[in-house]
Each structure stands twice: as C-alpha cells, then as structure tokens.
C-alpha cells in the first residue's frame, strides 16, 4: 500500500495506539514525516497534546491530532474510531500498539509466598484486550474503504506484540501471555481478513530503549536495538499489503519475518482445515 491512486497521490488515514511515547511515538513520527494524516490515542493527556503539537510542527505537510483514549475502554476506543473517521473521512493503517509492562516483579512468578496473592492483570486488560478492541473497530472501519487499484488491499492493521511472544520469559509470564496472545490473535485472524482485503500483523521487538521499563538502568545490561529498525519493520509490513499473518521480530538492525510452527501431524492439519471449512469451533 503506497498511498497512491491512479490519478493523485493520497495521504493515508493512519491511528497509532499507545503513540505519544516509546514505540509509538517513533511511530507516530514515522507517519508524520510521510504527510499523512496521523491520529495518537493515548491514555495520557498531557503529553498527548504536546506530542501532537509538536510532530505537527516538525511535520507542516502532515495532519496530526489527538484523542484520550484508555485501550481497555470499548466506549473510549469506539468513539475515538468514529470521530476519526467522521473527521477525516477514512481510516487506512492501525498500530495496535498500547502496552504496558508487569512494572516490576511479576505478581504471578511469587512463588515463596504464604497465602497466594491475586495476580494483577493489568497488563493483559492493556496488552491483549485492549488490542483486541483495537483491531475489531480497525477492521470495521478499514473495510469501508474501495480496494487499492494497484495492490487490492483496503488498509492493514499491525498489533505490536514482543520477541517475549516468542520465547519464554520467565520474569513476567503475564506480560509474555499478552504477547504470545497479541501473535496467535494476529496469525489466526489473517486468513479471516483476507476475505475482506485487510492485512494483519506483528510486530515482535527485541528490546528497544522506552518508558515500559520500571528504570532506565535496565537498558545499560542490554543489547539495546534501535528504534530505526523497528521503522524498518512498519514500512516492510505497510509498503507490503499481500504480507498478512506475518510475525515480524525487530532485532538488531535486522527485520526477520518468524514463520508459525510447522503442523505435528497430517491429521492435525486436517483437523484445523475442517475446522476453518465448518467456520465454528
């Protein structure tokens, strides 16, 4: 998806989660700095503001606005969508990006205690709900759009989860079932949207310097990857609508599309190709 027609070139319609800080908003920059019309929702209000006035001004060819928008909120998501779209008339790319981390020692890895705590899910209402809210309401409004005449494609969505979607993360296993979560929604949703011309994928960081550490000392033990490789990823996965279903891990400067698990057994093939046959499970 390039953003062209075949008369004009159009600015695409793109809402970014979560994009008034970290990922998102080296994101948020991203699109800015192509002129497109980009939209931030964030739960933070003040920054929000400052970082949509200031992309703004750095980017004059650009549209940028804010909306406070709490992700685990279906009211705050849904309305936020439609103001969008009655602004701007569509909606092309969404990055389903809001997340959060467990902040510290993980509630459900307290293994020592003497009475079992209850395990504090925020991470999960943030990480795996709200993108989940997220991409219902993208794949509403994308699809209103005429196909691209050039690719086909409606728009695309990208959800970012976490290299810890992909490898066990023993100090935040709440945080690691978000993410693994974020990638089999994206997997299992692509051959859905296929019918309706959207693409669907992740993105899966290794670690990237951003606010969702409990400190910044954490990042001078690691081998930290540059945001420009994460922007790597988004223009691969944006410029290229036929990719869908796709897990892109961000690491180094290096964007390696991870294939999903090979099937065990012909049987368990069959199985998963009757089930998408019949439609319901």
Known sequence: MNGNSTHSP?????????????????????????????????VNTNAGHKV?????????????????????SWTDQATAFREVYQQHGRIDVVIANAGISEQGASSLALVDEEEPSQPRLRTLDVNLTGTIYTVKLAIHYIKKN??????????????????AGLYPF??????????????????SLAKVLERVKVSINALAPAVLETGIAPSKALFQEMIVTPH?????????????????????????????????????????????EIFWKLGVA
């Open 228 to 272: 420009s490789t994460l922007i790597k990823g988004v223009a691969q996965l944006v410029e290229n609508p036929k990719v869908t279903g796709a897990v892109a891990e961000i690491h180094g400067d290096k964007v390696t599309i991870r294939p999903p698990h090979d099937y065990v057994d012909e049987d368990t093939q069959s199985n998963l």
């Open 10 to 42: 159009r600015r695409l319609s793109v809402i970014v989660t979560g994009g008034a800080s970290g990922l998102g908003l080296s994101m948020t920059k991203y699109f800015a700095s192509l002129g497109y019309i980009v939209t931030i929702f964030d």
């Open 170 to 187: 023993p100090v935040a296993p709440i945080y690691a079932a978000s993410k693994f979560g974020v990638i089999g929604l994206v997997r």
């Open 52 to 72: 949509a006035a200031e992309v703004a001004s750095e980017n004059p060819q650009a549209t940028v606005g804010f909306k406070r928008t709490d992700v685990t």
């Open 146 to 163: 005429e196909p691209d005449v050039s690719t086909g494609s409606r728009g695309c969505v990208i959800c970012t989860s976490s290299n």
